[in-house]
């Protein structure tokens, strides 16, 4: 520990951050096995397997944290809906906030968004960042983004530039936002 932050090696390190891709990886089975850490499916990695499965509920509620529940609980199955590879009958937003949904479930303390909500329209964008923001479990959420219309949703905003990684100002965070 350094100044009251946890150091990891670099292996307990990967343990700690979820990442929630672009593109939705492991889609084959149900939005419920596809969701459920602990449930190996197509593209499943075996991180995926280390974890106990999420109960109903938990897996409900990182549906709505991610804006995905309003088309999952239209789907005849729900939960236990059919999901088809590569996420087929999805649209890629709903795919990406399926993906968002599984990375909130994994309950770790830092969550990176990889361009994850850039299918997304900008209020959907935001809904999903302000309701991770709100969720009461404690994880640092890092959003990389080509689009800053969220920028002023975050506590520190770095560019990163020709090899270079700087802090920006509201000043700066503004005139991006402006020009953009």
Request: hydrophobic share 35%; aromatic share 6%; net charge negative.
């Amino acid at each position: 520990m350094i100044d009251g932050i946890t150091t990891y090696g670099s292996d307990e390190l990967i343990n700690q951050i979820k990442y929630a891709e672009p593109v939705f990886i492991c889609v084959i089975g149900t939005t419920e096995t596809s969701k459920i850490p602990g449930i190996s499916g197509a593209g499943a990695t075996p991180e995926l397997t280390e974890y106990t499965p999420a109960a109903d509920a938990e897996i409900i509620e990182a549906l709505k944290l991610s804006c995905a529940w309003e088309f999952v609980s239209e789907l005849p199955d729900t939960i236990n809906s059919e999901i088809k590879e590569r996420g087929g009958g999805f649209s890629e937003g709903q795919a990406q906030r399926l993906s968002i949904a599984r990375a909130i479930l994994r309950k770790s303390p830092i969550l990176l968004l990889d361009e994850a909500t850039s299918a997304l329209d900008v209020t959907t964008e935001r809904n999903v960042l302000k309701n991770i923001m709100k969720d009461d479990y404690p994880r640092t959420c890092i959003v990389t983004t080509h689009r800053p219309t969220v920028l002023t949703m975050c506590d520190r905003v770095y560019s990163i530039h020709d090899m270079q990684c700087t802090l920006l100002n509201d000043d700066e965070i503004e005139e991006i936002t402006r020009n953009f």
